[in-house]
């Protein structure tokens, strides 16, 4: 897919040129503003839909359940931050103060959200020229109160490129991040964010935060390259030149993860468990390739690329071909554009020496016969299969999907603990997979369902529908609400007992003595089990919540802590 054509750069307003000027000469000489400066960060994206937002949200309340004093300043009209925070239809009646408003106060445009953290000019549409007059409020009125109230102060862009609602604000930031998805037009509109952004500030530096990131992309397209793809795709004289991309570093490479997707909406204990059961196995698959990698003469660096690809690309018939296509996106990958891959009249060249091509090969040919990894590509599809169907009832369980999914995984178990027996390293993965299967076989039943359920606290909204208290999980997230930690434990202690008897169950029927983790005298590791079963609870009681604090073992959420701890420093630095 080729990408948006960028836009040529649109004239400054003179006036709006002069204000921000002098706003920033009066920055020079006024300690108070100075200092907020340095603690303010801009999220800004060049098109919409990549995520800008959510980041915003979730930096915040990370940095709020680390003890900072944090303000999230919303001049985004587009923002769905109500959405995100839950914020009751009354709570939104600050947005129709009126920015001019002789005599009003920082209190009177803020919001407390949580204990450390506000919300500020929560306006949905903001008005021609009041960017600008939203800009001299905060930086010539209230620019001694922020710097004193917040440790940090994080502004969510509009965005695009626009220099009254955008660009005129950085200058009063320390750090930029720019937010970005690993598609060709997300690329190509932060290429054009960033070329603007350069022609008017060129000592700025730029952090990428890759959101919704994988690692398979088009032919021809670098998912981690923002730069090259961009210049890639214009004219030379729209370009980044060396310079600029030498200011460009990635902050951080955040995976697309289900669980904290906003659209969930409720959570589904059912679905929650097929998610759990799907990431079991394809963590199965992954460990199980790796080992068929382990032993072959590859470079360092290679095995987990090969790895990765297989796991992404399941489907192998042609292994010389299936070869071709590997060794293309691993060009891609090293930044090697497809002109530069063609020799001069002749055949493209080649991506792997003769010894790393037949250990390749050697790899695929492995894979694409090996019982284990048929059997588990199987059962992966039949549960990607059943998530994409997200239309149909919940509550119906028992029909001819789900008696195919519970064949194919009670052989795939079996198979599992018969190689168990020599092949040590799948008794933990295995085991894992065993309890996920105990436990969707006994989310048949209502009673378990409506109790799971339970741990979801309701609220009324303005139409007197009972709906999901997203604010208040939120909130239990980041100050551990003691009330929710009881209800919790009780669900526990109620539902360990019956998962025991689930699990022992299944051992007995399909024989998987091999898979039941057990103590030291031989009985089974209730301690293992109750960690696993707390832990799919309190995912499936706040999935959907699109926030990543409170869930510190999932792969998107370690990303984004990452990230969040790498913005801190930078912020910190000079």
Request: with cysteine.
């Amino acid at each position: 897919m080729a990408p948006e054509e960028p836009l040529e750069l649109e004239a400054v307003p003179e006036e709006s040129r002069r204000k921000v000027e002098s706003l920033l000469r009066e920055a020079r000489q006024q300690g108070d503003l100075q200092r907020l400066t340095a603690r303010s960060v801009a999220i800004a994206s060049g098109k919409g839909g990549v995520g800008k937002t959510i980041t915003a949200v979730n930096l915040a309340l990370y940095y709020c359940q680390c003890g900072l004093r944090v303000a999230l300043v919303d001049l985004d009209p587009l923002s769905d931050v109500a959405s995100l925070l839950d914020l009751a239809e009354s709570e939104s009646a600050l947005s129709a103060e009126r920015l001019s408003a002789a005599g009003k106060r920082l209190a009177d445009f803020t919001l407390n959200i949580f204990g450390k953290m506000d919300l500020l000019f929560p306006a949905p549409k903001l008005g021609k020229g009041e960017s600008l007059l939203l800009l001299e409020l905060i930086y010539r009125r209230f620019a001694s109160e922020l710097a004193q109230s917040y440790d940090l102060v994080i502004f969510d862009l509009p965005a695009g490129s626009g220099y009254e609602e955008n660009l005129a604000f950085l200058p009063f930031m320390k750090t930029l991040v720019l937010v970005t998805n690993p598609e060709p037009t997300a690329h190509a509109a932060a290429g054009a964010y960033m070329r603007r952004l350069f022609a008017l500030y060129p000592g700025r530096d730029v952090q990428l935060w890759h959101n919704r990131f994988v690692p398979e992309a088009p032919p021809g397209f670098n998912p981690t390259d923002v730069t090259g793809n961009y210049n890639r795709n214009v004219p030379e004289e729209l370009r980044l030149g060396p310079g600029q991309t030498a200011r460009v570093a990635d902050l951080a490479f955040v995976p697309e993860d289900p669980a904290l997707n906003l659209l969930r909406g409720e959570p589904s204990a059912r679905r929650n468990a097929q998610r759990f059961l799907l990431d079991s196995l394809q963590y199965l698959l992954e460990s199980h390739l790796s080992r068929l990698a382990a032993d072959l003469p590859l470079p360092r660096a290679l095995p987990p690329l090969l790895v990765g690809y297989l796991c992404r690309h399941r489907r192998v018939e042609d292994p010389q071909e299936y070869l071709e296509r590997l060794g293309e996106y691993l060009a891609t990958l090293a930044g090697r554009p497809a002109e530069d891959r063609e020799s001069p009249g002749g055949p493209a060249a080649p991506a792997f020496s003769p010894s790393e091509r037949q250990a390749c090969l050697r790899l695929i040919e492995l894979a694409r016969r090996d019982p284990l990894r048929l059997a588990l590509v199987k059962v992966i599809r039949l549960l990607e299969d059943a998530l994409q169907h997200r239309g149909l009832p919940q509550g119906l369980a028992g029909g001819p999907a789900d008696r195919s999914l519970d064949h194919e995984l009670g052989r795939l178990l079996v198979a599992l603990n018969r190689l168990a027996s020599r092949e040590r390293a799948l008794v933990n993965p295995g085991g894992v997979l065993l309890f996920y299967f105990a436990l969707y076989k006994l989310l048949r039943s209502d009673t378990v369902v409506r109790l799971v359920a339970g741990l979801v606290p309701r609220r009324r909204n303005s139409r007197g529908q009972s709906v999901r208290d997203r604010r208040r999980q939120i909130r239990s997230l980041l100050e551990k609400d003691p009330a929710y930690r009881a209800r919790y434990l009780k669900l526990v202690r109620l539902l360990a007992p019956v998962v025991f008897r689930q699990i022992s169950t299944v051992v007995r029927a399909l024989h998987l003595e091999r898979l039941l983790f057990r103590d030291s005298s031989g009985g089974p590791l209730r301690d293992a089990y109750v960690k696993l079963l707390t832990s799919f609870l309190h995912d499936t009681a706040y999935g959907g919540l699109s926030v990543v604090v409170g869930f510190p073992y999932r792969n998107a959420a370690a990303a984004f802590r990452q990230g969040a701890e790498r913005l801190q420093a930078s912020l910190a630095g000079d």
